[in-house]
């Protein structure tokens, strides 16, 4: 009798679990499907680097798509309907979803680059997994340890994640322009590409890649102070220091999170 009474609880208890869920689903609908999409767009980038099934060029386009999918779902979030105004045009114009919304749109005309994936599935896996502690949480299953670690590991690691994303994006300004050497760009991609990237150091939401300029700045002088380092190579790195800072424009003023 006591069994029986203890497996009914159980039951009970799941059910009560698995109606929470669906009321959290249902109550956020867009943080769920946002959710759901980065997941996909993991496993279309896993797809993408091990093709198994299909082809990796495909996995790649959808990869972008998903992120087209994820910035305009977020900007819906951020500003709501749209309007046809000045006003309205200069909000959309600063929000980092925007911003990588452009960004799924110039590579989706440039031959697959391994590289333009990274900034895309490094958010989506922080973006998934705080979201992913949130469900399990609306769940209640303490038992899944196992995917309460993976998790805690990835958001230990957040700065660092921020910062490669940073990084990647200011490498790819470089490599844009190789792209056209070796054919697999437009003349047009960097130009376009450097506009993204003046977005990106402007951000009010997102330092990171306004910080990574710096830090690499700081690392280049300091290479270049170093007396071991030849004349030339000394020069070398300066002007790229001083052309970079000539392109820069001036930041804004920092908006807090909302």
């Not at 376009?192 to 710096?214: A, C, D, E, G, V």
């Not at 007396?227 to 970079?244: A, D, E, K, Y």
Request: aromatic fraction near 10%.
């Amino acid at each position: 009798m006591s069994t029986a009474t203890e497996n009914s609880n159980s039951t009970t208890r799941t059910s009560l679990n698995y109606e929470a869920l669906k009321n959290h689903v249902v109550t956020h609908k867009i943080d769920c499907t946002l959710w759901a999409i980065r997941v996909i767009s993991i496993i279309f980038t896993i797809g993408y680097i091990l093709p198994v099934f299909g082809s990796s060029q495909n996995y790649y386009y959808k990869v972008l798509l998903a992120n087209a999918a994820i910035s305009a779902l977020r900007l819906h979030q951020r500003l709501g309907a749209v309007r046809l105004s000045r006003e309205f045009l200069a909000e959309l114009l600063i929000e980092d979803s925007c911003h990588y919304l452009f960004y799924s749109l110039i590579f989706l005309y440039v031959t697959p680059v391994t590289l333009v994936l990274l900034p895309i599935v490094l958010f989506s896996t922080l973006h998934a997994a705080s979201y992913s502690l949130t469900i399990l949480d609306t769940l209640g299953q303490n038992s899944w340890w196992g995917a309460r670690l993976l998790i805690s590991l990835v958001e230990f690691q957040s700065l660092n994640i921020l910062r490669l994303v940073a990084f990647s994006e200011i490498v790819l300004l470089p490599y844009t322009v190789l792209l056209i050497l070796m054919g697999r760009a437009s003349l047009l991609t960097p130009l376009i590409y450097y506009h993204f990237l003046t977005q990106r150091y402007m951000s009010r939401r997102n330092p990171y890649t306004r910080n990574m300029f710096h830090e690499l700045r700081v690392l280049l002088e300091k290479t270049a102070a170093k007396p071991s380092i030849p004349g030339i190579v000394r020069q070398i790195l300066l002007s790229i220091v001083n052309f970079t800072s000539k392109l820069a424009p001036s930041p804004v003023q920092p908006q807090q999170q909302q």
